[in-house]
């Protein structure tokens, strides 16, 4: 059976500062939200350096995961993506072109 690697953290406070703009863009009440600023941005979900550089995680974000090394940087890619497949699949249909990969 395939096992994830633990890698850890290089920075732990600003990867936690990164992971809270993660936390707070997609919980729950806000995700609608955050799914229609990258759909009128005309960006794929999935895009997360595009969606970083619109500001749509906010600007401490943009300049927190700028300052993290690259194992970090992967791991919160990883997060992102993750956070993503994870969307409740009532709101993932409603923004079905986000997700669409073509």
Do not use: C, N, W
């Not at 863009?25 to 955050?34: G, I, K, Q, T, W």
Request: charged letters at 25%; zero cysteines; hydrophobic letters at 45%.
């Amino acid at each position: 059976m395939f096992e994830q690697a633990v890698i850890p953290i290089q920075d732990e406070k600003t990867f936690a500062e990164v992971r809270q703009a993660l936390d707070q863009a997609f919980a729950p009440v806000r995700v609608s939200d955050f799914l229609r600023k990258v759909a009128t941005a005309k960006l794929r979900v999935r895009q997360f350096e595009a969606v970083l550089a619109h500001g749509f995680l906010g600007q401490k974000a943009q300049t927190s995961y700028a300052a993290l090394g690259d194992a970090d940087r992967g791991q919160i890619r990883e997060q992102y993506l993750r956070r993503v497949e994870q969307v409740a699949p009532e709101v993932r249909q409603k923004f079905f072109k986000l997700y669409a990969s073509y």
